[in-house]
């Protein structure tokens, strides 16, 4: 895949939870990553890790997998427009 962002598992070493269980935040970046019923996430670049943090190959049934280019994840600034 030519021009996609490596996985870099060592990003999410140190994170925040978010408040509801529903993700977590890295301090330097705006993005929200969001759990899926896994336990994994897509990261802005859409490079999936599992729960362990790895970097993996989502599953075909997660409500969050959808076709390449169209992964459902957010950003903090997503959640300000309304």
Partial sequence: MSGKHP???SRF???T??????GFTIKGCSFIFK????G???????NYYNSDGQPDQPHSDSDEYQ???SH???S????EED
């Fill in 13 to 15: 070493d140190v994170y």
């Fill in 40 to 46: 994994g996430w897509f990261d802005e670049h859409g």
């Fill in 76 to 79: 903090q600034d997503d959640e």
């Fill in 35 to 38: 759990f899926d019923r896994y």
């Fill in 7 to 9: 996985h870099d598992s």
């Fill in 72 to 74: 459902s994840y957010h």
């Fill in 67 to 69: 076709s390449e280019g």
């Fill in 17 to 22: 939870e978010l408040p509801d269980g529903s």
